[in-house]
């Protein structure tokens, strides 16, 4: 079936029960974010604002609330998605030589985009100040577009073939923009408009850039996949919607179904502050010099919805996306990553900071080892992996020692490792390197450290579930166990004061990890909580501590055990 436009997908969900409309005034600013927080927290229904304040163009809200809601949004194509998926079909050589499109469904044919010469999209112009202007928390500087669909391509071979789709963050006005002719675009690290914006650079020529807003719910969820690089995000829409993205030509292609477009380029050099935004790690990004775009035109077609989400601390909507992602690309893992069997990236510590990872051990079949050896091979490829290289924290288990295990399984997984991890020589480091552009936890922006904690082999120690009579030094308080294994305590002193109060031969060695907090009964009241706390706001190589610590041939390592330092920057702030 697929959707022709948002509208009638939110027809579809209104015929089917499965969205409400608020006609009463609701305000974009703060109180249109905390209905939409807590209609998540319900598993509420999809949400239409029709009257928002101060703007003219209904708002959608929720649209993919629930993982359910997200399935049946696309129910009529993720069969064919799967059947790709499960054909091992690199799609781009399908679009390379598209006569093979013959001998798979019909909907695998909608990967093509069709070029036309206008669309709905081009029916009425407008300006920036007229576009709603959402504010999810209090100390954003000014309202930002949630949910865009940032396309560019490549300068040097532009077209469709090499085009990127990318949900970059978009602030319409505040800071130094100039109202209607500039708004923010803030890109991560390691994204695909990046290749572009270099591109630009080296050419000394602007970058054209089109902002599309709403439009079939498939474009929203392309623009989020973790796609190989020469996959175009455009094409993998068609896919999942089965119908092909119909593009305006020009200079650089429009949707011609979506809601919105805002169009512009970005100079080669210019930069102005974008910032604070309240983001999905549950911190506010600060401000900060980025590039931002000069606006050209901005379109609209007649029955335009606006669609929003809000992002914060996990869980949050964006969790559904992560979800989704998960059940469509999940079997390709062993075909990307040799070796690999599945990686979890971790929703409730942010999704980037923390991966958990299922491997094998083939290198050496005549012989049983009791350490890893291919586990580090693939710890390597998996930090090497698009949007996997974020990660900072990377705990890999052989899947021989444990069939059965599953990384999803958070509390096991983690059981399963810390019987088995040795801090003498598990615990590999890589320094002064790139991590998300939204991690503060680092020595500068984009500047941090990685941690893989490989384990494999049988269990080495029983994991304890109480907490033994230790003698805390001062300045540290309130030990409780959160998990088997791991041990929180209050910190209000520095951790090395901490490590130095003990030998490798004490009580507190029962515990293969151990947490230092702000407060430990926070961290501890539930598992969500102890994920953030302990791996969002942390900087392995600066913040990992041992006792009886050494370095060997530059390895670190601790006689005693190892643990992170209390989370958190006195340079960030928590929503």
Not at 177 to 198: M, T
Request: include cysteine; charge should be neutral.
């Amino acid at each position: 079936m697929g959707y022709p436009s948002l509208r009638a997908c939110v027809e579809d969900l209104e015929r089917h029960g499965q969205l409400v409309r608020v006609d009463a005034e609701i305000d974009p600013h703060l109180e249109m974010a905390e209905v939409q927080r807590r209609l998540y927290r319900s598993g509420g229904p999809a949400v239409l604002f029709t009257r928002p304040k101060g703007t003219a163009f209904p708002m959608l809200g929720n649209l993919f609330g629930t993982l359910e809601r997200a399935r049946w949004i696309f129910r009529d194509a993720l069969d064919a998605v799967r059947l790709v998926v499960d054909a091992k079909v690199d799609p781009r050589d399908l679009l390379r030589h598209p006569r093979a499109l013959l001998g798979f469904p019909r909907a695998a044919t909608s990967l093509l985009p069709i070029p036309v010469r206008s669309g709905p999209v081009r029916a009425h112009e407008t300006r920036v100040s007229a576009l709603p202007a959402l504010v999810s928390w209090p100390d954003d500087g000014g309202p930002f577009v949630t949910l865009p669909q940032v396309y560019t391509e490549d300068p040097d071979r532009p077209g469709l073939r090499h085009g990127n789709l990318g949900m970059y963050r978009v602030q319409l006005s505040g800071n130094d923009y100039a109202r209607d002719l500039e708004v923010g675009l803030h890109y991560q690290i390691h994204r695909g408009i990046g290749v572009h914006h270099a591109a630009a650079l080296r050419r000394g020529e602007p970058l054209r850039v089109a902002v599309f807003v709403g439009g079939p719910p498939a474009m929203t969820v392309a623009a989020v996949m973790p796609l190989p690089e020469g996959l175009p995000e455009i094409a993998f829409a068609g896919l999942l919607n089965r119908r092909s993205a119909r593009m305006i030509r020009g200079p650089l292609h429009v949707h011609a179904d979506a809601d919105f477009c805002i169009e512009g380029v970005i100079d080669p050099f210019a930069q102005k502050p974008e910032g604070p935004f309240g983001d999905h790690l549950g911190y506010y990004s600060n401000r900060h010099d980025f590039p931002f775009l000069r606006v050209t035109r901005v379109t609209h077609r007649p029955d335009a919805i606006w669609p929003f989400t809000v992002v914060g601390r996990p869980p949050q909507e964006d969790t559904t996306f992560g979800a989704l992602i998960h059940e469509m690309t999940g079997p390709l893992v062993p075909d990307v990553l040799p070796g690999v069997r599945a990686v979890h990236a971790v929703d409730a510590a942010g999704v980037h900071p923390l991966l958990l990872a299922l491997g094998s051990e083939r290198y050496t079949p005549y012989a049983k080892l009791s350490r890893p050896a291919e586990l580090l091979t693939q710890a390597s490829a998996i930090l090497g992996q698009g949007q996997m290289s974020l990660a900072k924290w990377l705990f890999i288990a052989a899947e021989g020692d444990a069939p059965g295990l599953d990384p999803h399984d958070v509390p096991g997984f983690f059981a399963h490792v810390l019987a088995r991890v040795d801090p003498r020589r598990d615990l590999h480091f890589v320094c002064n390197t790139t991590i998300d552009t939204l991690d503060y936890s680092g020595s500068a922006l984009n500047e941090g450290s990685k941690v893989v904690v490989a384990a494999a082999g049988p269990a080495r120690r029983t994991l304890p579930t109480t907490v033994p009579p230790l003698a805390l030094p001062d300045g540290f308080t309130d030990a409780r166990v959160a998990l088997p294994g791991v041990l929180v305590v209050t910190a209000k002193a520095d951790p090395e004061r901490f490590c130095a109060a003990f030998d490798a031969r004490g009580l507190i060695n029962a515990f293969p990890l151990v947490v230092l907090v702000d407060g430990a009964a926070f961290a501890c009241a539930s598992l969500e909580n102890l994920l953030w706390v302990t791996f969002t706001r942390s900087d392995p190589a600066r913040d990992v501590r041992g006792i009886e610590a050494f370095v060997v041939d530059k390895a670190w390592g601790a006689t005693g055990r190892s643990w992170s330092t209390r989370a958190g920057s006195p340079t960030t702030r928590r929503r």
